[in-house]
Structures are given as structure tokens and as C-alpha cells.
């Protein structure tokens, strides 16, 4: 490990226990904010792997979330199982599905994967809007018996393992033959690179980080229906947060969901009204003057390395070996 790495590691590890510190003083508003960014950072890294590392851009891994948040709901209300368990299971369901599911879906490429996995969304939020066991359109309401602060850590400690788990596969040989998929598919498979293997793996650990996430999600808002659970607005949130930051990168969904969720709270706080319109304007002008995002953006000004480019080739990961 460098040293640079190695010190922002330590500050990150730093930071986590400092949240953690400081969920029991952080009056309802900020506690809520907190909760909502660490939320999104931790769908963001979820998202980043298949898509930023794998190539495959999805617009679809809310459906790992929708599991993993019904899983939870139908097991505290049925069972007196313990919340906190009841969330693992629904993330060892959302990886269940995820294992089929992505056997199927990963054979497409490119818009028709992305639009596969958007078609996934939908069908399960009907299929949930109709079943008499999902409450229907109605939903599944939820005793308010666990705390937000509870949920406040259950969420930091998930988005603290998705980076830790995308901080792992960074520095792997499994993140560079994801690495050479996202740039050839077809190369890479002829150098040796286990295609389906590599990319059903990321797809699984894409599908866990979200479905974990849901569980404390339910228990948060106390009600699981259709549109929270398979919220299209925590999707899309998720992956202009990464874009902005860096797609693809470590640090590009931690950057991108902090600064994203502080700009839009202090829109929203200001310009009720029009804030919405405003966010969308900024968010299209940067892209459009740092069009790879912020990460990638200081990295290249300050001389740092490019990896995503020059170490994620399928010659590179030919040349170190399969792990």
C-alpha cells in the first residue's frame, strides 16, 4: 500500500468513527441529513461496481434494494426476529435473485442491459403492487420500535464496508480484469480473463450493497410500498452522484454523494420553489466542463495516477495472471 493511500485510508477509517461518535448528539434535521447522504453514498458504491468497474450501466439495481427492504418489513412484522437480522437476510435475498438474474441480464450489453435491468424495476415493483403478501399498493407499515439513530449506524457501517469492498477490488487483480471488461469484452475473454465469472461476481456484490441498504431503509421510514422501495428517485440519485464524482473510481461516489447531497439540501433550504431546476443546470454545466468528474479531474491536475485507463487493459491483466 502507498503511502498516499495508505493516509487516506487512515482518514477515511477516521472519519467513519467520528460519525459514529457523533450520531448520538446530531439533533433529528442533521441526523436525518447524515442518514440520507450516507444512504446515498452507500448506493452509489453499490452501483459503481458493476457499472463503473464492469462497464455495465445500469439503470436497475434498485431492485436489489426493493428486496432487501420488503425482506425486512415481512420479516419484522411476521416473525420477532431481530431487525438488524432480518435486513442481513434481505441482503442474502437480494444477492439470491441477483445470482439468476444476472446470469440472464449480463448476456445483454449496453442499452438493451440497461434497459433489461430497468424492465427488472418495474416488473417487481408491479408484482409488489399487486401481491396481497406485500400489502399491495398499500404497503406494509411497520411498528416504529427501532430508532433513526439505530438506523443511522446500521446504514454508516454498510456504506463504510462498500468502500471498503470497492477500495479492495481497486487494488485487485479482479478489479482490472473487471477493468478490462468495461473496456473489451471480447479481448479480454481471449486473453484469459474468466468473462462470466468476473462479471456475475461484481454483479452480486452490486446486488448485496443495496439490498442490505433497504432493510434499514424500512425500518427508517416505517412503511414499505412500491414507490420507496423501488424508488426511481434514489436510483438516478445514486448514479449522477458517482458520475459527478468519477465513474469507475474509489473515491468518486463518496465525493460525488457528499457534495451532491450538501448542494442539493442548501437548494432545497433556499429555492423551494425552484431548486429542482437549479440543481439540474448546475449539474449539466459541470458536466459539461469536467466531463469525466471531480476525482478523475484532480487526479489528472495533480499528477496523480491514471489507472483506469493504463493498468485496466486487458494486456495488463493478461500480463499479471489470473489471482
Known sequence: MSARLGLAVALFVCVVALLAAAGPFLGGYWLAVVYQTLLAIGLAYGWNVISGYAGYFSFGQITFFGIGAYTTALLTSHTSLDWRLAALAGGALAVAVAAPAGAIMLRLRGPFFSLGMLGLAQTLRVVAASSGITG???????????????????????????????????????????????????????????????????????????????????????????????????????????????????????????VMSQISEQLWARFPQAYLMIFGGLLVAFLIIVPRGVVPALASRLGGPRRTRVNGTPAAVAAGGEP
Open 136 to 258: 399491495g399498493g398499500t404497503g406494509l407499515y411497520l411498528s416504529a420500535t427501532v430508532t433513526p439513530l439505530a438506523v443511522y449506524e446500521w446504514t454508516l457501517a454498510v456504506a463504510a464496508l462498500a468502500f471498503a469492498v470497492t477500495a479492495a477490488i481497486d487494488r485487485s487483480a479482479f478489479g482490472l480484469r473487471l477493468c478490462a471488461l468495461r473496456e473489451d469484452e471480447q479481448v479480454a475473454g481471449t486473453l484469459g480473463v474468466a468473462v462470466t465469472a468476473a462479471k456475475v461476481r461484481a454483479f452480486l456484490i452490486s446486488a448485496a450493497i443495496p439490498g442490505l441498504l433497504g432493510g434499514g431503509y424500512a425500518m427508517y421510514l416505517t412503511l414499505v410500498d412500491p414507490p420507496s422501495a423501488f424508488s426511481t428517485r434514489l436510483e438516478l440519485q445514486a448514479i449522477v452522484m458517482t458520475v459527478f464524482g468519477g465513474i469507475g473510481t474509489l473515491w468518486g461516489p463518496l465525493v460525488g454523494g457528499v
